[in-house]
């Protein structure tokens, strides 16, 4: 099929290095999407990292209520003495929580890989992480000896802090890694970030 017939059918595409105006806007005249302006070099990466640094935030909150309100509600009832189980498993359903969230909203625009592969990663990342939070609750219950509630509190709110660092570089070094942004599911475009 001739080139001119697919530019009929298929929207062109445009990369940030094409534009001449690194503030040009661009709209979408078939959706009637407002025009939205995209940044190109430094101030569009900036503007990228501070998007997912901001979702990520917002999933790792909610995360945190499922994690620490989770590890107190076992250790409070079913698992009173055994704090370190209570912290893996409120770790690992924040981890499920977080993939959902991070895959679907906060990384939606990086995606490629096949789903098991980044499931894969992003488990291998999260196990990783809970063994740096629960290290510090195992360290402060266990090897200080403060047994205390606040204190096993206080650890895990540390240990979940630690492990976020680790998480968020991971994710963008491994899970969501090297994959070119696609402009039409930029969250940027769509006025969703």
């Known amino acids: 099929m001739p080139k001119d017939t697919l530019h009929g059918i298929c929207p062109p595409t445009i990369t940030l290095l094409e534009m001449s105006d690194p503030t040009e806007a ?5 959706t009637g ?5 995209r940044r190109g070099g430094v101030a569009g990466l900036v503007d990228t990292v501070w998007h997912e640094m901001a979702k ?5 909150a909610i995360s945190f209520v499922i994690d620490l309100g989770g590890m107190n509600l076992l250790t409070h009832t079913v698992l009173e003495d055994k704090v370190t189980t209570a912290r893996i498993v409120s770790g690992v359903a924040a981890t499920a929580f977080a993939w959902f969230g991070n895959r679907s909203w906060t990384f939606a625009h990086r995606r490629s890989r096949p789903v098991h592969h980044e499931l894969t990663l992003f488990f291998v990342v999260n196990g990783l992480a809970l063994v740096i939070s629960t290290a510090c609750l195992v360290l ?4 200080l000896d403060y047994t205390s509630r606040l ?12 492990g976020t660092l680790f998480r968020f570089w991971a994710y963008k ?5 090297n994959e070119p942004m696609d402009e039409g599911t930029s969250p940027r ?3 969703l970030a």
């Open 56 to 60: 990520f935030g917002l999933i790792g």
């Open 26 to 30: 661009t709209s979408d005249a078939r």
């Open 33 to 37: 999407a407002t025009p939205v302006t």
């Open 173 to 177: 070094r491994f899970v969501f890694a």
């Open 151 to 162: 204190a096993d509190n206080i650890a895990t709110v540390l240990g979940i802090g630690l």
């Open 140 to 143: 402060s219950h266990y090897g």
């Open 189 to 191: 475009e769509h006025g």
